[in-house]
């Protein structure tokens, strides 16, 4: 069956085969803004080379930031993935979201000014880092960054419109598509490949992250291949129809679809 075009909570994906699905460009990362007025665009560009570091390498499961820290940068992921997550009592991880190119991670660390989660590469990546305690020698130009802090922390609250939805879903099938659907939104927001995408994370991730069994992801897969709603290779996945994958989420009458 074909795909239609979504509304606000699905936007219509964007799936050039030709695009990197693990990298995004400046222009779709959610620091250009702030970026930009730190002087990216000027001939000698010397003031974004004090507050931002650009392209750090980070090693698969390495962690950029561990629960407990001084909060002190906000961090894009320029390549790769990472996941968050908090550690329980009984010393396992409880996995909260996943960060993909494109996004911030860190901000939560704000009000409270100490990181309240740790922050793990999930595969080889990258990450630009912007310092806020260089962030008086913006001067004047102060304002102005605040200004797109702010619409930083209003993309991130888009981001997180899909919890209540995983959260509020009833059976392993809703929280599934849920999930799929999320992460297709979530790479068409920064231009990136969103039919056709590699899953970073294990199918334990996965389970983790939804509160199910392992062996119930693998099935939920299955079920969704053997029902032609999607294609899996491995951590390969390629939505085929989003429509179907809507309803069995019960977000197909959400904004009057």
């Avoid at 795909?3 to 606000?8: A, G």
């Avoid at 992250?209 to 390969?236: I, K, P």
């Amino acid at each position: 069956m074909h795909t239609k075009e979504r509304d606000t909570c699905c936007p219509t994906p964007r799936s050039s085969s030709r695009r990197k699905s693990n990298v995004v460009e400046c222009e779709s990362c959610g620091l250009y803004g702030m970026c930009q007025v730190a002087g990216l665009d000027a001939p000698v560009p010397d003031l974004i080379d004090e507050i931002v570091g650009r392209r750090e390498p980070i090693a698969i499961n390495q962690n950029v930031i561990t629960a407990g820290m001084p909060f002190g940068e906000i961090y894009a992921v320029k390549s790769g993935s990472f996941k968050t997550y908090a550690t329980l009592a009984n010393g396992e991880q409880q996995i909260i979201d996943f960060y993909y190119p494109g996004e911030l991670m860190g901000l939560e660390g704000m009000s409270e000014r100490v990181y309240p989660l740790s922050v793990e590469a999930l595969e080889a990546s990258s990450v630009c880092r912007l310092d806020f305690s260089k962030l008086n020698l913006l001067g004047e130009r102060m304002g102005e960054f605040q200004q797109q802090l702010i619409l930083a922390l209003s993309r991130r609250a888009r981001q997180d419109q899909w919890v209540p939805l995983l959260m509020g879903a009833q059976n392993a099938e809703q929280r599934t598509a849920t999930f799929l659907l999320s992460l297709s939104d979530r790479f068409a927001e920064h231009d990136l490949p969103s039919l056709r995408f590699k899953l970073p994370m294990s199918r334990h991730d996965i389970a983790n992250y939804l509160g199910l069994a392992v062996e119930t992801v693998s099935r939920m897969f299955q079920r969704f291949q053997s029902m032609d709603l999607l294609e899996v290779h491995g951590r390969h996945v390629e939505l085929r129809d989003i429509d179907a994958l809507r309803v069995i989420a019960g977000l197909n009458n959400i904004n009057g679809s």
